[in-house]
T-cell receptor
């Protein structure tokens, strides 16, 4: 079975400081992992995805995530937060086998960026 | 390309009424999905389709039906709306099962 746990429901940072959004996953297979972002009253946009190539994945808008199999983690980071980063972020694991094609979403982390 | 579009954007229903949400994609994707988003719950899969003429149940299928008569369209139906179905509904599509899903802008549904 596949699942993800986002360890923080809310994260607040000041503009210009680093961002860390934490995600642990559970998967019976080698996982496909994603981070999606949702700005207020908008749809979801893919930030980045991991599909068993390089363990450090670079995404859009300066975000990156590192796949750590030993820790079953896929944390999202950004060196310097911008006001426009304020949004909800979802960690997602892809299904395998009989659940191929399905995505399993975490409950989301709301990122607030203070000026 | 318009990507994934959803109709309507917002709807208010009374308990017991029925309605259909339409999702359309112009990317020739095989897979299409319907999710609902509720505060603090992330997105939960209602139904999905792996190709024209196919449908399958997701995590929360009760109270909903779907149809995929054409490859580019995926319809979500509520036969008898209930207040518990108040939510934001997202449609998504992907080329194959392991590929990125592309999301529509969402439909806000309020059931009174």
């Amino acid at each position: 079975a596949q699942s993800v746990t986002q360890l923080d429901s809310h994260v607040s940072v000041s503009e210009g400081t680093p961002v860390l959004l934490r995600c642990n996953y559970s998967s019976s297979y080698s996982p496909s992992l994603f981070w999606y972002v949702q700005h207020p009253n908008k749809g979801l946009q893919l930030l980045l995805k991991y599909t068993s190539a390089a363990t450090l994945v670079k995404g859009i808008n300066g975000f990156e995530a590192e796949f750590k199999k030993s820790e079953t983690s896929f944390h999202l980071t950004k060196p310097s937060a911008h006001m426009s980063d304020a949004a909800e972020y979802f960690c997602v694991v892809g299904g395998r086998g009989s659940t191929l094609g399905r995505l399993y979403f975490g409950r989301g982390t709301q990122l607030t960026v203070w000026p | 390309n318009a990507g994934v579009t959803q109709t309507p954007k917002f709807r208010v229903l009374k308990t017991g009424q029925s309605m259909t949400l339409l999702c359309a994609q112009d990317m020739n994707h095989e897979y299409m999905y319907w999710y609902r988003q509720d505060p603090g719950m992330g997105l939960r899969l209602i139904h999905y389709s792996v190709g024209e003429g196919t449908t399958a149940k997701g995590e929360v299928p009760d109270g909903y039906n779907v149809s995929r008569l054409k490859k580019q369209n995926f319809l979500l139906g509520l036969e008898s709306a209930a207040p518990s179905q108040t939510s934001v509904y997202f449609c998504a599509s992907s080329y194959e099962g392991l590929e990125t899903q592309y999301f529509g802008p969402g439909t806000r549904l309020l059931v009174l």
